[in-house]
């Protein structure tokens, strides 16, 4: 747990704000409570500066209020450093990091696309993973967008579970 | 500003030289790409989402069909996270398995590419050996599983399915066979004329570039990136059972072959040190059925490479997110460094060498049977196989008895 309480002293040593909210449960793992996008932004370089030149991926999350984010990075040796971004959901902006890791455009444009993000400096290109019709304003990962009431036939949102899917829902639940 | 010279076409979604939905709209200059856009989403069946409304359980089911080749890898990755995150620790024995079976299925995978390889340069006689052999892989995993794909052996605890000694002396004589081939594959790669000329110098992806999109697995390590989760970050009984990590420096196509190859030779050696020193213990610990509050990044190397999932739970039964990040994510924006300047002629052979996993990239795939469900026996399903393609002109049985 060498390498791991010495980036968490680090960060806090730098972020004295921290102190409390950056947290190793486990060899190899680093995980922050969710910070504002100001200090995100903030950790980002000082990540870097540790070490941690890689984002192996990026998870959305629906946190009730707010959206999180959780940009994971990595130091090569093993050690992962979660940095949970938070952003509330009525004003989802955030800014990207695919200057500085191109290899996370998908990742952001499924932020964008499956939680609405707002995600700020994303370079112009397809869409990412929802088809090219699917209807504006429907985020499937949020947890209030329930699945059932989605009309595949005519692509809309309803206010109520068609008949039909709702029966074959039930069927399905009951097995 | 325009250039009168420059063409855009587009390839796929479907496409003879693609195996699965990806579009690439590709620009160029006579015959070399300037520009490619890749394309996926095609395989997008909301998994995640699926997941967030059904036990941890049934999710079991649904992330190792992430997959149809690494299934495996995919629910190992889940089944430790959960352990991680119900304080359990499992036998020795259901380590030594799931290590066991992830390497069976790193030789059909592998296999598998290298076939694909072969077919896409027109070296059809290297994809018939090799799935020849990949065939052998599979009837062991059918043993062991119950199934040629999604084996079902991982359960959250531990694992479904023991090693009987039979299963263990088929094992060992398929590696036995197995050893020759690749010992053969590999001496082709490293000799062949024509597999030299198809792939030295194509696809090159230079090694900053790879560090730069964040490439994993046998592409990164034929770029010299040491990576490999097996070795990095231990996990199942990988701390017992060592392994010789493989790199290549050549960054291009012929380094990817490379690499496969001999971590085929490595998985040979792994199995037979598996089944050497396999402890014995139960095969499953119980596991409550709610899962604590908290949140778990749990990674595997897939043979695709790094395979990652984070898992969040509420205390309840159901999980609040699962995340897949599979490795063929992590490495499409390395293809289209390596498609620039490239030959177009060269471009299903630099798609086909990432071995990208279109479905692991969506993360899902749905199979439905056509027409109605029937249930077979293994040799009922071989004898199907063998007279539908009878009924097409191939009499497979026939060339069964030559390769005797």
């Known amino acids: 747990m060498e390498r791991e309480n010495e980036v968490v002293a680090a960060f806090v040593a730098a972020f004295p704000w921290l102190d409390g909210r950056i947290r190793s449960p486990r060899k190899k793992r680093i995980f922050t409570d969710p910070v504002t996008r100001e200090e995100f932004n903030r950790l980002v370089p000082f990540a870097l500066g540790q070490g941690f030149r890689r984002v192996t991926h990026v998870v959305g999350t629906d946190d009730g209020d707010s959206l999180g984010f959780l940009y994971v990075f990595s130091d090569g040796g093993g050690v992962l450093l979660a940095l949970h ?21 998908w990742h952001e444009r ?37 699945p059932k009431r989605f009309n595949r036939k005519t692509m809309t949102y309803e206010a109520e579970p068609p008949a039909a899917a709702a029966g074959s829902e039930a069927k399905h639940e009951e097995r | 500003m325009k250039n009168d010279k420059l063409v855009t076409i587009p390839i796929g979604p479907e496409h003879p030289a693609l195996d699965e939905p990806a579009s690439f709209t590709v620009t160029l200059d006579g015959e070399k790409v300037v520009d490619v856009v890749v394309g996926v989403g095609y395989n997008h069946r909301g998994l995640e989402k699926a997941c967030e409304s059904r036990t941890y359980a049934q999710d079991l089911f649904l992330v190792e069909r992430v997959c149809g080749i690494c299934s495996h890898t995919h629910s190992t990755a889940y ?7 119900a304080g359990v620790e499992i036998s020795r024995r259901a380590k030594y398995i799931r290590v066991l079976v992830s390497e069976l299925e790193r030789l059909h995978s592998h296999l598998l590419w290298l076939g694909v390889a072969g077919h896409e340069i027109g070296f059809d006689t290297l994809f018939m050996c090799t799935w020849r052999d990949r065939e052998r ?57 024509v597999l030299a000329a198809r792939f030295k110098g ?42 010789n990590q493989v790199t290549d420096d050549h960054c291009d196509v012929f380094g990817r072959t490379i690499v496969r190859i001999k971590e085929l030779q490595e998985s040979l050696r ?78 299903p052979i630099i798609v086909a060498a990432n071995d990208p996993c279109y479905s692991c990239t969506d993360r899902a795939v749905v199979v439905r049977g056509a027409g109605g469900r029937r249930a077979m026996d293994w040799e009922e399903l071989r004898a199907y196989g063998v007279e539908w393609y009878r009924g097409r002109g191939a009499d497979i049985s026939r060339v069964e008895e030559k390769l005797k």
Not at chain 1, 113 to 124: E, N, Q, T
Not at chain 2, 152 to 174: F, K
Not at chain 2, 207 to 228: H, L, N, Q, S
Not at chain 2, 331 to 344: D, E, I, T
């Open chain 2, 202 to 243: 194509v696809g090159v992806l230079p090694r900053a570039d790879a560090e730069k999109f964040g490439v994993v697995g046998p592409v990164a390590r034929a770029d010299g990136i040491a990576d490999d989760v097996r070795v990095v970050e231990p996990y199942a009984a990988y701390d017992e059972l060592k392994v």
């Open chain 2, 270 to 347: 792994v199995i037979r040190a598996c089944l050497d020193g396999m402890p014995e213990g139960p095969l499953k610990v119980n596991v409550p059925r709610r899962i604590p509050k908290g949140e778990v990044i749990s990674r595997t190397e897939a043979p695709r490479g790094e395979n990652i999932q984070y898992i969040r739970s509420n205390g309840t039964d159901i999980p609040d997110r699962i995340r897949v990040r599979a490795p063929s994510e992590a490495n499409w924006h390395g293809m289209k460094r390596m498609m620039q300047g490239a030959y177009l002629a060269d471009v």
């Open chain 1, 110 to 146: 499924e932020l964008v696309d499956l939680y609405g993000a707002d995600v700020r400096g994303l370079p112009p290109g397809p869409r990412y993973p929802l088809p090219d019709g699917w209807p504006a304003g429907n985020y499937p990962m949020r947890k209030e967008w329930d």
């Open chain 2, 79 to 85: 089944c430790q996270g959960l352990e991680e995150l």
């Open chain 1, 85 to 105: 971004e938070s952003a509330p959901k009525s004003n989802p902006v955030i800014d990207s990091l695919t200057p500085r890791f191109p290899g996370l455009e």
């Open chain 2, 137 to 193: 892989v599979l009837d062991v995993l059918a043993e062991a599983g119950g199934n040629r794909v999604n084996y079902g052996v991982n359960a959250i605890g531990g694992v479904r399915r023991d090693i009987d000694p039979e299963l263990e002396t088929r094992i060992r004589s398929m590696t036995d066979v197995l050893e020759k081939e690749i010992d053969y594959y590999l001496e082709l790669a490293m000799t062949d004329s």
